[in-house]
Nanobody
Framework: QVQLVESGGGLVQAGGSLRLSCRAS????????MGWYRQNPGKQRELVAA???????NYADSVKGRFTISRDNAKNTVYLQMNSLKPEDTGVYYC?????????WGQGTQVTVPS
């Protein structure tokens, strides 16, 4: 199994920034894709950003130019730098790890951007 430990969520005013962290219990080189998803009650969970073991990235159109996903291999940690936050970014953010045929999820961390 892969355990994912998240941190960094909180409340920030519109236009502000947050940095989410997701540390994996295994080397992230062994994980094909790590990503961040977000969800609010009554809404579908959506992909926010993803990064492969090779360094390729993918972003939702709504966050392009504002969010950056990155990794620290020595710390087995993936980050999501969130800038220019908007109220629409509010939600529970989940870290995801996809390895072979398995998917693993973090516990979720709340991000709130008041309107």
């Amino acid at each position: 199994q892969v355990q994912l430990v998240e941190s960094g969520g909180g409340l920030v005013q519109a236009g502000g920034s947050l940095r989410l962290s997701c540390r994996a219990s295994v080397s992230i080189f062994s994980i094909n894709v790590m990503g961040w998803y977000r969800q609010n009650p009554g809404k579908q969970r959506e992909l926010v950003a993803a990064i492969t073991s090779g360094g390729s990235t993918n972003y939702a159109d709504s966050v392009k130019g504002r969010f950056t996903i990155s990794r620290d291999n020595a710390k087995n940690t993936v980050y999501l730098q969130m800038n220019s936050l908007k109220p629409e970014d509010t939600g529970v953010y989940y870290c995801n790890a996809a390895r072979m045929i398995s998917n693993y999820w973090g516990q979720g961390t709340q991000v709130t951007v008041p309107s």
